[in-house]
């Protein structure tokens, strides 16, 4: 029967347990369609049938009744791409090497072979080579190991595909246009650009790199500005992919590419900024702190190539790349020639434009310019003058439709110089640049058309001022809200189309394949708006608090549908964030209105801590649910929700449990090696995070209920037991140890129930590899001295015995390297606690206190401060001999000590008022002793000495 040949067909009549029943007969069918030597549309579409019978197998089973299919399904994939006519069966083969890769491999040689001649194949249409490429690809990403062990074929592919690159329209006016069209993906050069950043990134650095270095310098070294551009547009595309690989040759790489900067051909010019550009960002801040110099000089030079305005726009894109993530420290030195070329240009442009209308250059470089104060901050504040005129003028004249994004893009530069020079000097402007906004948004009663670029810069505009000028920027609100609400509720165009039904992309459309026969598609146009306009519904609850109340009701009702808004990730973060700002903002109009929008959040927000596929967006969900518990305190949180939030985290916690079983599955796996490895790293990062959101979930609750909150964590407990065991990764026994920690901290009568669970392994992992293990670990052996204090203490032994090894996590080599100083710094503030709270100061001897003070001061942290300068003052107080040493000889190293807590911020006057009082108690009738200060300040450094002349 002909209808069965078809994805639809032969599942609608053998779908589901008949599967099993008719297995024999649908192999017997298939097998003879794909073997029918007279006509090949059975056998085209007998492919296609496979292909779709073989996606609803689990690979094991496929590779198990199917292998011998693989022949002839080959044969029948080189038939159609030779006959030129039909491409379902190569489209369907796509998606077979997508969902089932493994399967392949027995014919992987043929497939590769055969794909390899058709993308070398000039002859055949560029459709059909882009879809073998894409097959290849597709194999690339869905089993990288399996390619990575088929290496010979690499080198050829990557020639290919740099050979593909080459394939440029020679446009005689090009580099003057100044309205600039979406490139053409259906173009050779493209279709080629993207599929080398899709192998270097599937693949990774160690096996693409070597052949870009091998093939790209003979294209850079060529006559023809085809391959010089190609060779630099590999750079660019390869950069995420091999990252690693480039970091170590990073230097060498931008030197190769340097000379193209001043390349006869602007196209070339062109694709040297784009690699340096990319470079930029796939490299930050290595690539700003090591090659500035180098790099910088010949982009600034040509921002001056008037006569090739996209080369020039080129430049000022790759300078906004460079200095998106660039150190301010890095930039300040430039910041005075690069300002006076900016502003040289953006008058010049500005010229340009009122009298040619050409805009494309003052675009971007208005763009570069709100990117050089957004790094430079403060710092930009002496040259706030020589930009503002300008941009307030085109902020104000360009009131044409094609202007409408230049205005935008001014509108976001002026918010953003605002913010970076602040409050202070912004103040002058704020007020017009405020009533121009007004009157853009609300002049002659019309409302903005929908598809107006200018809205997503205004609301960002908005929330920029809001952060400048505070809680008075409440009386906008009435005018902002109206439509930053309606951008919040576009709603998306969706459709389902025919695979063969033609639909204009250029108008916005994304799709995605249901089937051989059906496509999904969704119009992205007006989701960017309306995820700037979540982002901003956010900054006014955060920033504005309780001033926000009287949009809350309405917001909370937009936010909430949108955390299951699947069609952009960001719109779901926001409006996850969102929901304890919102909370926090109508605490002051009672626990009964408090509670009727918890009750109206809590429902969907736990139902999207329980399905939300996204680890970042998760991350975020979690984030913000341990936000509403901190929130709301007491009292909101019923039994029903407790116990669903709960359920969620056991979920995650046996997933999580779960995959790291998969994981030594992984590395049994024959494909196994360093790549793969590679990535499960990446996975166990991605892991550790999620499950440190877990904990500040727990952290939350703990905090909020206390011990009430103990026979609600015994429903997890057996989970966090089964991370502490030895053979479970770092990670899990890091985030055990610390939930064991806030136990300890917030319900410490029940902590003995626990002890056995985690008594041991927090002594055991004192001396981890893991700085942020032994941090755990340290932090509750502190805790345990300080919840269960004196002599007598069921943990006397128990932290007595933790010394020792303390002790030599402080005193290793490395101890004092960024990676471990919060872990060290976590053991002397144990330490400290054990003195002070089970050992008692009056029972150290002289050589441990002389010991503990060498330990100090203190670098980082600035929660363990109070515990650790506590106790030296309690020593200093007390008059202890010890530590303040023969004839106070020990005065000035104890002063140099505190003071040095106060320059590096581990000591806070806002955070510890009580600390810096008897720091000023201690110090102040030292200054007063003429003979002793001077004594004191002969032995300290000159910044110490400075910030003591204002004591």
Same mark, same amino acid.
């Given at each position: ?13 053998? %779908? ?884 040095? %807590? ?50």
């Amino acid at each position: 029967n002909w209808s069965t040949l078809t994805s639809s067909g032969i599942n609608a009549e053998y %779908g589901g347990a008949a599967q099993q029943n008719y297995m024999g007969l649908i192999k017997e069918m298939l097998f003879a369609c794909l073997n029918d030597p007279d006509n090949p549309n059975v056998r085209f579409a007998a492919i296609r049938a496979t292909c779709a019978f073989l996606t609803c197998l689990e690979e094991d089973e496929a590779k198990r009744h199917f292998t011998d299919f693989l022949k002839p399904m080959l044969k029948g994939v080189e038939d159609c791409v030779v006959a030129e006519d039909d491409d379902g069966p190569l489209k369907s083969f796509v998606e077979l090497a997508e969902n089932l890769p493994k399967f392949l491999r027995p014919g992987l040689d043929q497939l590769m072979e055969f794909a390899l001649r058709v993308i070398a194949n000039t002859n055949l249409s560029d459709n059909w080579r882009q879809l073998v490429l894409e097959m290849v690809i597709t194999i690339c990403e869905a089993a990288p190991a399996m390619i990575r062990k088929k290496d010979k074929y690499i080198a050829p592919l990557v020639v290919q595909m740099l050979q593909m690159m080459t394939d440029l329209r020679d446009e005689e006016d090009w580099a003057m246009e100044d309205e600039v069209e979406d490139v053409d993906s259906d173009e050779n050069c493209v279709a080629a650009e993207a599929a080398l950043d899709r192998l270097a990134c599937a693949l990774g650095g160690k096996m693409v790199m070597p052949h870009i270095i091998q093939a790209v310098p003979p294209m850079l070294q060529s006559k023809e500005w085809k391959h010089r551009y190609a060779g630099l547009m590999a750079i660019s595309a390869s950069a995420e992919g091999c990252k690693k690989a480039m970091e170590a040759n990073l230097a060498g790489i931008v030197m190769a590419c340097l000379p193209y900067i001043t390349d006869e051909h602007p196209r070339v010019r062109f694709a040297c900024c784009n690699a340096l550009g990319q470079m930029a960002t796939d490299f930050s801040p290595l690539f700003q702190k090591k090659m500035h110099s180098k790099v910088l000089p010949g982009l600034i030079h040509l921002l001056d190539d008037d006569a090739h305005p996209r080369v020039q726009s080129h430049t000022a894109a790759a300078l906004v790349n460079f200095f998106e993530e660039c150190p301010q420290n890095v930039l300040l030195p430039y910041l005075p020639n690069l300002c006076q070329k900016m502003q040289g240009t953006l008058e010049k442009k500005t010229l340009e434009l009122v009298q040619t209308h050409r805009k494309l250059v003052l675009e971007q470089i208005i763009t570069t310019i709100a990117t050089i104060a957004d790094t430079a901050e403060t710092h930009f504040a002496p040259y706030y003058q020589s930009f503002m005129p300008n941009l307030k003028y085109i902020m104000e004249n360009a009131n044409d439709k094609e202007l409408r994004l230049l205005r935008g893009k001014t509108i976001e530069c002026i918010s953003l110089i605002g913010l970076a020079v602040g409050k202070e000097v912004f103040l002058s402007d704020a007020e017009q640049i405020m009533n121009m906004l007004l009157k853009a948004q609300t002049d002659d009663g019309e409302e903005m058309e929908a598809d107006d670029p200018q809205i997503s810069y205004m609301i960002s505009a908005w929330a920029r001022l809001c952060k400048i000028i505070g809680p008075q920027f409440t009386a906008y609100l009435p005018v902002v809200m109206p439509p930053l609400l309606r951008a919040a509720q576009i709603k998306p165009e969706v459709a389902i189309v025919d695979s063969d039904e033609q639909v204009d992309e250029d108008e916005g459309w994304e799709f995605i394949s249901l089937s051989d026969q059906q496509r999904f598609g969704v119009k992205t146009a007006g989701l960017e708006d309306k995820n700037t306009a979540c982002q901003m519904l956010v900054c006014y609850a955060r920033e504005l608090k309780d001033g926000f109340a009287p949009y809350t009701e309405e917001v909370v009702k937009i936010m909430v549908p949108l955390l299951k808004f699947y069609f952009h990730d960001l719109i779901r973060s926001a409006a996850a964030e969102s929901l304890p700002f919102l909370l926090e903002s109508v605490k002051h109009r009672g626990d009964d209105y408090v509670r009727e929008m918890w009750n109206y959040i809590c429902p969907e927000l736990f139902k999207s801590l329980q399905t939300e596929m996204e680890p970042d967006i998760l991350a975020v969900v979690m984030e913000s649910v341990a936000s509403c518990v901190e929130v709301l305190g007491v009292g909101f949180i019923d039994g029903l929700q407790m116990e669903e939030l709960v359920e969620a985290m056991k979920n995650h916690l046996k997933k999580n449990y779960d995959k790291e079983e998969e994981r030594k599955q992984a590395r049994k796996d024959e494909d196994y090696d360093e790549e793969v490895e590679e990535g499960i790293e990446e996975e166990l990062d991605q892991d550790d995070y999620l499950l440190g959101k877990i904990a500040d979930i727990i952290h939350n609750l703990f905090g909020v209920y206390g011990e009430d909150f103990v026979q609600v964590f015994d429903k997890l407990t057996e989970y966090f037991v089964a991370m502490l065991a030895l053979d479970r990764p770092s990670l899990e026994h890091q985030w055990a140890i610390c939930v064991f920690d806030d136990l300890i901290d917030f319900a410490p009568n029940s902590a003995p129930k626990y002890q056995q669970h985690f008594l041991q392994p927090m002594m055991h992992y004192l001396s981890d590899v893991n700085p942020g293990v032994r941090q755990a670990a340290a932090y509750g052996v502190g805790a345990l001295a300080t919840k269960f204090p004196g002599a007598g203490s069921p943990y006397e032994d128990f932290c007595k015995n933790c010394i020792p090894s303390l002790v030599n996590v402080i005193n290793d080599p490395e101890s004092r390297e960024v990676e471990n100083m919060s872990a060290t710094e976590n053991c002397i503030s144990a330490i400290s606690k054990i003195f002070k709270h089970i050992i008692g100061q009056d029972n150290l001897d002289e050589a441990t206190v002389v010991t503990w003070l060498s330990w100090l001061p203190i670098q980082e942290d600035d929660e363990e401060s109070v515990h650790i300068y506590g106790f030296l003052l309690d020593l200093v107080e007390s008059n202890n001999a010890f530590a303040l040493g023969k004839n106070n000889t020990n005065l000035p190293e104890i002063v140099k000590i505190l003071t040095e %807590g106060i320059i590096n911020k581990t000591i806070k006057s806002d955070d510890h008022p009580e600390l810096m009082a008897r720091i000023q108690a201690f110090i102040l009738p030292l200054q007063k002793n003429e003979a002793v200060w001077s004594a004191i300040l002969a032995k300290l450094p000159d910044t110490h000495k400075v910030l003591l002349s204002g004591q």
